[in-house]
C-alpha cells in the first residue's frame, strides 16, 4: 500500500510539472521572454512542492497511526490484563496482529480475537484516511502552485531557494546520526546503570563478565557485570593484531615509496587494495578454518596447548587485515615528506637507508603514529573476526593462547542470544557506548596529529 | 692542488680500513633494510594467497552434487488412491514412503533398525520433495515404477568425494571359502590373506601408538619446562601457576602413554584381533556379498554379513578384500553406507552433475539443499535501499558543503562529524539500526529496507568524502565561467560542476556499496541472522545477505557446509570484484585530470 501511495506521489509530481509547465506558456501566449522564469522552472516548483508534500504526508500518516493504534489496544490490553506485566501484553498484541493478517500466532482467545478484530476496523480506518489523506495534499499542492503561475512570479529564485534548503537539510543527516547513535547508546547506557543501582565502578573494574545470570525482577546483580575480562580480551588480541600489522605494514610502506621499482609498485600496491577489500567475515571464516587448526597443530608440534579459538588466532588474522590499512596511510605520510629534506640528505653522502632512518622516518613520525592509532581504533571495534574465531567466556588471562572474549563479541552474543531485548540491550548498549567513546577518542587524536603534522610541512 | 687530487691521495681514503669497514656497514644497514621490506610484502602476498587459496580449496567440495538414480514403484494407493490426476492431491501423497521403499527393494540386505536408517541417510532428504514435483508435473506417471535419479546426501556426497578417504585394495593370492551362519560368516584362504590383514592392521596400530608417544614426548618437554620454572619462580604465585600447567602438562602425557601402551600390547599381541571401532574397516566382497571383518587371526577371520553372497561360496578364486582409510570412529560414513555407496557405484547409479541448485536454491539445513540464491536476493534488495537513499542524500551533502555552505562553525562541526562517523564501528551503526530503525521508526526486523537504512546510514561518509573530493577537484574557471553568463549558483552547480564531478562520484559511491556489500556485523544486530528458506519478493520481506550467510554457514556442524560457505566467499568475492572493477573502468574512462 505504501510502496502504491509513493508511485503516486511520483506520478502525480510529474503530472504537475508537466501540467505548470504548460500553464506558464499559456499565460503568456507562448511568448516565453514574456516570463521571468522558464516556464521548466515553473514546473519545477510545482513538481518540488507536490514531492514534498506527498512524502512528507505518507511518512507522517503512516508512522503516526500505528504508534496511535498500538497505544489504544495497548490500553485495552492492559484493563484486560491488569496484573500481568508489559511484555505479556506484548505478546497479546502481536498474536492479535498476526490473527488479523490470517499468519500463524502462538495462541488464540477471546481476548486476541477481539482486539484482532479492533485493530483490523482500526487499521481499515486509518488506511483510508491515509490514503484521502496524501491524495487531497498531494492535489492542493499541486492546485496552488498551478494557480500562482505568473508571469512576474519568481519561481526560478523560488525553486532555487527549495534546493538549497534540501541540500542543507541532507548535510545535517550526518549530524543527526551522531545525535542518534549517541542517544540511543546513552539511553540504553543510563538505562543498564540504573539497573545496577548506579554501581559505574563494578561495571568499569569488575572482573566477572556474567550480566544475565543475575537478572532478577528487571534488576542485574552488580558483581557480575564487570567488564574488565571484556577489555582485557579486546586488548589484548588488539595489540597482538598490532604486532603483526605495524612491522609488517610499516616496512612495506618504506620499501614501496623508497626502494621498489614502479613494476613492483604496480603489483604490490593492488595485492594490499585487495586484502583491504576482502570482507571480514571472509577474514573470520579463514582465522577459524584455516589459521586455528593450523597454529593448533604447530602448537602442538613443540608441546604447547593453543586452544581453538585463542586471542593470537583472531590477533594474527586481525593484523592481516590491518596490515594494508597501516601501509596505505604510512606511504601518504612517507611521499608527503617533502623531497627537500631527502635531497638534503642525500646531499650530505647519506645512504637511502640512513635517509629513510635519521630524517623521514623522524618527519613521518607524528604520521605513523595517528596512523597506527587509526589501525588501533578500527581493531578494537572489529566484530566479524573475533565473533567466528575468539571465544565467548569471559576468561580473565594474560595467556595468548587460551581464548578469550572481547566487547563487540559479547554485544553480539547479548543481541542475538535467546534472552529477552529488554534485558540484554542494557549491558549491550552499554558495552557499544564504551566502544564508540573509546574509538572516538582515538580517531581525534589521530585527527589532531595528523593535523599538526601537515601544518608543519604546509 | 695537484698533488692533493693525486690518486694517491683517494687511493689511502679508500684504502682506509676503518673506511672500508664503515661503508661495508652502512651498505649492509641498507640492505638489510630492503630485506625487511620484500619480506613484510612477501608476508602480506603469503598471507593474502593462503587466504584466496583456502577459501578457493574449501569451495572446490561444491562445485558438483551427486545423484543416485533408483528404480521407484508409484503405488497409486500411496499417491491417488481415486486416479484424479489433481497435483495437489499427489503433492500430499506418502513419497517419503516410496523413496525409503525404493531404497529398501534395492538393498533388501540391509536389515534392522539402525542400519535401516544408514541406509534411507544415502539420498537427501528433500529427494522425496523432487519425486513429489516430479509426479505432480507428470500425473500419467502413477501406478509405474520410473527410474528417478535422487539427489544423494551429504555424507554420500563427500564419500564420493573421497572426504573420508578412499576404499583400498589389499593383495589377494589364495581361494576364498565362506561358511555362512545366519548374519556371521567364518572366512578362510589357501594363502596365507588374513595373516597378511592382520600384519597391516598392526603395522597400523604401531603407527598410532608412535604418534601417541611422539605427543607424550612433546608433553614431557613442557614437564621439564615448568619444572625448571618452578624452580626458578619468584613468588609463590608464579609458582601455583606453573604448578597447575604441570599437573595438567603431566596428566597429558601420562594418558597418551598409557593409551600408546595399551595399543602397543595390541600389536604386540600375535593371537587373534578384534576389529573395533578403533581399527580401520576391512571388508570382503565376494559373489556378490559384502562381509565385513569382525575377528581375524593369521589363519582366518570372522565377518559380519552386510550383504549376503549370491549362494554359497567355496574355493573362490575371484574375490576382494578392501580397507578404508580411517576407522569407523573417524569418519560419518557408516560400513553399511560404505557398502551401499560402492554397489551403486560399480552398478554405475550414481553420478555427479555442476551443482546449479546452490545458485539457484535458498538457504536450508541440510547441506546438499542449501543454495545461496536467496542471500542474493536479500542482497540485492538491501543495496538497492542502500543505494536509493545514500547515493542522493550523500550527493546533495556533498555539494552543499563544498557549493554552498558558508564556513562557520556549524559547517566545520559537520565536517568534523562526517569524519568521526566514517571511523565509527560497523557494530554500532548496527546498535544504532536497532535502537532507531526498528525500535522508534518501527520497521520489520530482518527486512532489507532496515539492513538497507542501517547500511545507508554507514555508507554515507564514505560518499560524502569521496564526493567533497570530487567536487572540490573541478577548476574554478569552470564556476566562474557559467557565473559569468549570468547563470545563478543553483545552475552553475547542476548544469556544471556536478556533470564533472559525477564520474568521480559514482567511483567512490561504488567503492561504499562494495564495502556494504561485504558488512556483516550491523545486520546481525538487526535480526538479518535469522534461518530463511524463502527468496525475498520485496524490501519488506524476511530477508538474509550473502556475508551473514556465510556467518551462518560457517557456523554448522556439517562437514559439507564448509565446502558450501567457501562457495558463498567465492560468490560474494565475484560480486565485489566485479563492483570494483565497474568503479575501476569508470575512472579510467570519464575522470578528468584537471
Redesign the interface.
Known amino acids: 500500500m505504501t510502496a502504491v501511495l509513493l508511485a503516486f506521489v511520483l506520478v502525480a509530481a510529474m503530472a504537475a510539472f508537466v501540467i505548470a509547465q504548460h500553464r506558464a506558456q499559456v499565460v503568456v501566449g507562448g511568448d516565453t521572454a514574456a516570463l521571468h522564469s522558464r516556464p521548466s522552472y515553473h514546473g519545477f516548483y510545482s513538481f518540488l512542492w507536490v514531492v514534498l508534500v506527498g512524502l512528507g504526508l505518507v511518512i507522517v500518516l503512516t508512522a503516526v497511526p500505528n504508534r496511535a493504534i498500538d497505544a489504544m489496544l495497548m490500553g485495552r490490553i492492559a484493563e484486560a490484563l491488569p496484573d500481568q506485566p508489559r511484555i505479556a501484553h506484548e505478546l497479546v498484541l502481536s498474536d492479535a496482529k498476526a490473527l488479523a493478517a490470517g499468519t500463524v500466532a502462538s495462541k488464540t482467545g477471546d481476548l486476541r480475537l477481539a482486539i484482532a478484530a479492533d485493530f483490523s476496523r482500526a487499521a481499515a480506518l486509518w488506511n483510508w484516511v491515509r490514503v484521502i489523506g496524501v491524495i487531497g495534499g498531494v492535489l492542493a499542492a499541486a492546485f496552488l502552485t498551478h494557480r500562482a503561475v505568473t508571469p512576474e512570479r519568481r519561481a526560478r529564485n523560488r525553486t532555487e531557494r527549495i534546493v538549497r534548503v534540501l541540500l542543507a537539510a541532507m548535510a545535517t543527516i550526518a549530524i543527526l546520526t551522531t545525535i542518534g547513535i549517541v542517544l540511543s547508546l546513552i539511553f540504553e547506557t543510563l538505562n543498564f546503570f540504573g539497573k545496577i543501582d548506579w554501581q559505574i565502578w563494578k561495571f568499569l573494574f569488575g572482573t566477572t563478565w556474567s550480566p544475565l545470570s543475575g537478572v532478577q525482577s528487571g534488576q542485574l546483580d552488580a558483581d557480575k557485570v564487570g567488564a574488565i575480562p571484556l577489555f582485557a580480551g579486546t586488548l589484548m588480541i588488539t595489540l597482538i593484531a598490532m604486532l603483526v600489522a605495524v612491522p609488517i605494514g610499516l616496512f612495506a610502506a618504506i620499501y614501496l615509496s623508497d626502494f621498489a621499482s614502479k613494476r613492483v609498485r604496480s603489483v604490490v600496491k593492488p595485492m594490499l587494495e585487495i586484502l583491504a577489500g576482502i570482507p571480514t567475515v571472509v577474514y573470520g571464516f579463514f582465522a577459524a578454518i584455516t589459521v586455528a587448526p593450523f597454529l593448533r597443530g604447530s602448537g602442538e608440534a613443540i608441546g604447547l596447548s593453543v586452544a581453538s579459538e585463542s586471542a593470537l588466532v583472531a590477533g594474527i588474522v586481525m593484523g592481516i587485515m590491518i596490515i594494508p590499512f597501516i601501509s596505505s596511510l604510512s606511504d601518504d605520510v612517507i611521499n608527503a615528506v617533502p623531497q627537500s629534506l631527502r635531497d638534503g640528505s642525500y646531499g650530505l653522502g647519506a645512504t637511502r637507508a640512513e635517509t629513510i632512518r635519521q630524517v623521514i622516518l623522524p618527519a613521518a613520525l607524528p604520521g605513523i603514529v595517528s596512523a597506527s592509532l587509526l589501525g588501533f581504533s578500527r581493531a578494537v571495534g572489529e566484530t566479524m573476526i573475533v565473533v567466528m574465531a575468539a571465544g565467548q567466556g569471559a576468561n580473565l588471562t594474560a595467556n595468548p593462547f587460551e581464548a578469550v572474549t572481547t566487547v563487540t563479541v559479547q554485544i553480539v552474543m547479548l543481541i542475538t542470544g535467546d534472552t529477552e531485548a529488554e534485558t540484554a540491550a542494557g549491558p549491550a548498549f552499554t558495552l557499544g557506548f564504551t566502544l564508540f567513546c573509546v574509538t572516538l577518542l582515538m580517531n581525534v587524536i589521530a585527527q589532531r596529529i595528523v593535523r599538526r603534522y601537515r601544518e608543519m610541512y604546509d | 692542488m695537484t698533488e692533493i687530487t693525486s690518486t694517491g691521495h683517494y687511493g689511502s681514503l679508500l684504502g682506509d680500513k676503518a673506511t672500508a669497514l664503515g661503508l661495508r656497514r ?2 649492509n ?2 640492505r ?3 630485506a ?6 612477501l ?3 603469503l ?2 594467497f ?2 584466496l587459496g ?2 578457493i580449496w ?1 569451495a572446490a567440495g561444491a562445485v558438483t552434487e551427486a545423484y543416485v538414480t533408483l528404480p521407484v514403484e508409484l503405488k497409486a494407493d500411496d499417491i491417488d488412491p481415486d486416479a484424479t490426476g489433481d497435483p495437489k492431491i499427489i503433492l500430499r501423497g506418502d513419497f517419503n514412503g516410496l523413496t525409503k521403499d525404493a531404497l529398501k527393494a534395492a538393498f533388501p540386505q540391509v536389515t534392522g533398525r539402525s542400519a535401516r536408517r544408514e541406509l534411507y541417510d544415502v539420498v537427501s532428504s528433500g529427494a522425496a520433495f523432487e519425486l513429489a514435483d516430479h509426479v505432480a508435473e507428470n500425473p500419467s506417471l502413477v501406478g509405474q515404477t520410473i527410474n528417478f535419479r535422487f539427489l544423494a546426501s551429504d555424507i554420500t556426497d563427500l564419500y564420493l568425494k573421497g572426504s573420508f578417504g578412499a576404499l583400498r585394495p589389499l593383495p589377494t593370492a589364495g581361494r576364498l571359502t565362506v561358511a555362512l551362519d545366519g548374519d556371521e560368516a567364518t572366512l578362510n584362504s589357501t594363502e596365507a590373506d588374513f595373516a597378511g590383514v592382520l600384519a597391516v592392521l598392526k603395522d597400523q596400530l604401531v603407527d598410532d601408538a608412535k604418534r601417541l608417544r611422539v ?1 607424550a614426548a ?2 614431557n ?2 614437564v621439564s ?1 615448568y619444572e625448571t620454572r618452578i624452580a626458578e619462580a619468584a613468588d609463590d604465585d608464579a609458582r601455583a601457576k606453573s604448578l597447575a600447567a604441570l599437573e ?2 603431566r596428566t ?1 602425557r601420562d594418558a597418551l602413554l598409557a593409551e600408546a601402551e595399551r595399543l602397543e600390547a595390541r600389536a604386540a599381541d600375535t593371537g587373534a584381533e578384534d576389529l573395533d571401532d578403533e581399527v580401520r574397516s576391512v571388508f570382503v566382497r565376494a559373489g556378490g556379498g559384502w562381509l565385513k571383518l569382525t575377528r581375524l587371526d593369521a589363519s582366518g577371520a570372522a565377518a559380519e554379513v552386510l550383504a549376503p553372497p549370491a549362494g554359497a561360496l567355496a574355493d573362490l578364486a575371484e574375490w576382494q578384500l578392501l580397507t578404508t582409510d580411517l576407522p569407523a570412529a573417524a569418519r560419518k560414513v557408516s560400513d553399511t553406507q560404505i557398502m551401499v555407496i560402492e554397489e551403486l557405484r560399480s552398478g554405475s547409479a550414481v553420478d555427479s552433475v555442476f551443482n546449479w541448485r546452490f545458485f539457484t536454491a535458498g538457504d536450508s539445513r541440510e547441506p546438499e539443499l542449501a543454495g545461496i540464491w536467496g542471500a542474493t536476493v536479500g542482497s540485492f534488495w538491501t543495496m538497492l535501499v542502500t543505494f536509493l537513499l545514500a547515493f ?2 550523500g550527493v ?2 556533498a ?3 563544498e557549493e ?2 558558508p564556513r562557520n562553525r556549524f ?1 566545520d ?2 565536517e568534523i ?5 566514517a ?10 539500526g ?3 530503525v526498528i ?1 522508534f ?2 520497521v520489520p526486523r530482518s527486512a532489507p529496507l532496515a539492513g538497507g537504512m542501517v547500511m545507508a ?1 554507514m555508507t ?2 564514505t560518499i ?1 568524502i569521496a564526493a567533497r573530493a570530487t567536487i572540490a577537484a573541478v577548476p574554478p574557471s569552470i564556476r566562474e565561467a557559467a557565473l559569468g553568463v549570468g547563470a ?3 545552475q552553475t552547480t547542476f548544469h556544471h560542476v556536478l556533470p564533472l564531478a559525477m564520474p568521480g562520484i559514482l567511483t567512490g559511491t561504488i567503492i561504499g556499496m ?2 556494504a ?5 550491523p545486520l ?2 538487526i535480526g538479518m ?1 535469522a534461518f530463511i528458506v524463502d527468496i525475498p519478493t520485496g524490501i519488506t520481506d524476511s530477508a538474509t545477505v550473502l ?2 550467510q ?2 551462518r554457514w ?2 554448522f556442524p556439517e562437514r559439507a557446509f ?1 565446502a558450501r ?2 562457495a558463498a ?1 567465492c560468490v ?2 565475484i560480486f ?1 570484484v566485479l563492483m ?1 572493477a565497474v568503479a575501476i573502468v569508470l575512472r579510467r574512462r570519464f575522470e578528468r585530470r584537471w
Not at chain 2, 36 to 41: H, P, V
Not at chain 2, 417 to 421: A, G, H, P, V
Not at chain 2, 517 to 521: K, N
Open positions: 652502512r651498505r644497514a641498507e638489510r633494510l630492503k625487511y621490506g620484500i619480506t613484510a610484502i608476508l602480506a602476498g598471507a593474502l593462503a587466504l583456502s577459501v574449501q605427543r612433546r608433553q618437554n613442557a619446562v595438567r602438562a597429558e542522493p542524500v546533495a551533502a555539494i552543499y558543503l554552498f555552505a559547517t562541526f559537520i562529524n562526517i569524519n568521526n562517523l571511523a565509527v564501528p560497523s557494530i554500532i551503526f548496527g546498535l544504532l536497532l535502537a532507531v525500535g521508526f518501527g546510514l554515507l561518509p560524502i545563478s549558483q543553483v562494495a564495502r556489500l561485504g558488512e556483516t556485523a546481525i544486530m541472522v556475508p551473514v556465510v556467518y560457517s557456523d564448509e560457505t567457501g566467499i560474494l568475492m565485489l570494483n
